[in-house]
């Protein structure tokens, strides 16, 4: 089964996901730390626990868009549209309007990655509309 420039998308989105969450990770754990408000006492096993997660679930997305399934391919499209609230959050966080929720420079990278997922988003549905459900943009 031949990955097709949709799948192929979805496909390196995670994978740069999967590299972002790695790197965050190894060289600024504090962000896990204050998003999973984590309390006195608990291990890095924890932190640890929850990105294993993380990567199991990507595996599994990414298992559903190598195999076409449709409820997978609606999941991601209304997902990555939502990536749309990003913006302004972020936008808002760093103007300091809403309480931030981390560094800086995390807080615009979600933004951006939220622009990036409404763009995979509209070129998915490109290719629902000529060729149905995971076909090419």
């Given at each position: 089964m031949a990955i097709n420039r949709s799948q192929g998308l979805v496909l390196g989105f995670l994978a740069a996901t999967v590299l972002a969450l790695l790197a965050i990770f190894a060289y600024a754990p504090f962000v896990y730390t204050g998003v999973l408000h984590t309390a006195l006492g608990q291990t890095p096993a924890d932190e640890i626990a929850f990105l294993t997660a993380l990567l199991v679930f990507i595996g599994f997305v990414g298992f559903g868009v190598v195999r076409r399934w449709r409820w997978m391919f609606w999941l991601i499209v209304i997902a990555f549209l939502a990536g749309f609230l990003r913006v302004p959050a972020s936008a808002l966080e760093l103007m300091r309007v809403v309480?931030?929720?981390?560094?800086?420079?995390?807080?615009?990278?979600?933004?951006?990655?939220?622009?990036?997922?409404?763009?995979?988003?509209?070129?998915?549905?490109?290719?629902?509309?000529?060729?149905?459900?995971?076909?090419?943009?």
């Open positions: 309480p931030i929720q981390g560094p800086s420079w995390y807080i615009a990278f979600q933004g951006v990655v939220g622009v990036i997922q409404v763009g995979i988003a509209v070129a998915l549905l490109i290719g629902y509309r000529k060729a149905g459900v995971w076909g090419p943009f």
